[in-house]
């Protein structure tokens, strides 16, 4: 089965554009994960869809970060606009409900560089 | 609200050394454990995880893991390291809906 994919891996953008991060899931897993690792930190939760609908956005850091999964399959997060400590690598990760929904499966993450 | 603490930000090993990275966390509830590993250059990967039963866990490429509930720990183990184990170690818990991540261990097997 494919994994799942994010694009683009890389991405470097001046302060105040906007970017647009993509994820597309394993096929069929309804829970769909944002984390994000800024340099030498820990991995931090964003959010979490279920299906199209967002179960928890506490770890979104402002209202510059905004999340969509239409239809409930890929996902975009947009930062817009950007400023310079959201540098980072963002990494997705999807999981069934089900016997196995606590075994996330990552994406290979996009880093993010705002110069 | 869940936390995660690993004690060594860093590990130098040599090869065939013994390897042990400690994790510790804090949630009051029933929770489930990871680890996750980051090879150079590639993504996140399940290395293992505990949920119920046999507190002591084995995992891909020879790691295991046990988990002490008294000592809230989950720390992993393995008895010989090769240079091929050089990578970042995560691990992590989940109490609820999302998945929780410690600061990580870097690891480096020096051959």
């Known amino acids: 089965e494919a994994g799942v994919t994010q694009f683009p891996s890389h991405s470097v953008i001046e302060k105040g554009q906007t970017v647009t991060l993509r994820c597309d899931p394993i096929?069929?897993?309804?829970?769909l994960y944002w984390y994000r690792r800024v340099m030498g930190k820990e991995i931090k939760f964003l959010l979490h869809f279920v299906k199209e609908s967002k179960q928890d956005e506490s770890g979104m850091p402002n209202n510059r970060f905004l999340a969509e999964r239409t239809g409930g399959t890929y996902s975009t997060l947009k930062v817009q606009p950007a400023e310079l400590e959201d540098s980072g690598v963002y990494f997705c990760?999807?999981?069934?409900?089900?016997?196995?929904?606590?075994?996330?499966?990552f994406g290979s993450g996009t880093r993010l560089t705002v110069v | 609200a869940q936390s995660v603490s690993q004690h060594n930000h860093h590990v130098i090993l040599s090869e065939a050394a013994s390897l042990e990275l400690g994790c510790n966390y804090s949630?009051?509830?029933?929770?489930?454990l990871f680890w996750y590993v980051q090879y150079p250059g590639q993504h996140l990967q399940l290395l293992l995880k505990y949920f119920s039963g046999d507190p002591l866990v084995k995992g891909i490429k020879g790691f295991e893991a046990e988990f002490i509930k008294s000592k809230f720990s989950f720390n992993l183990r393995k008895p010989s390291v090769q240079w091929s184990d050089t990578a970042e170690y995560f691990c992590?818990?989940?109490?609820?809906?999302?998945?929780?991540f410690g600061p990580g261990t870097s690891l480096s097997v020096i051959p």
């Open positions: 949630y009051g509830g029933t929770v489930n």
């Open positions: 990760a999807s999981s069934q409900t089900g016997t196995d929904y606590y075994g996330y499966t």
């Open positions: 992590a818990v989940n109490g609820g809906d999302k998945v929780i």
């Open positions: 096929s069929g897993h309804d829970n």
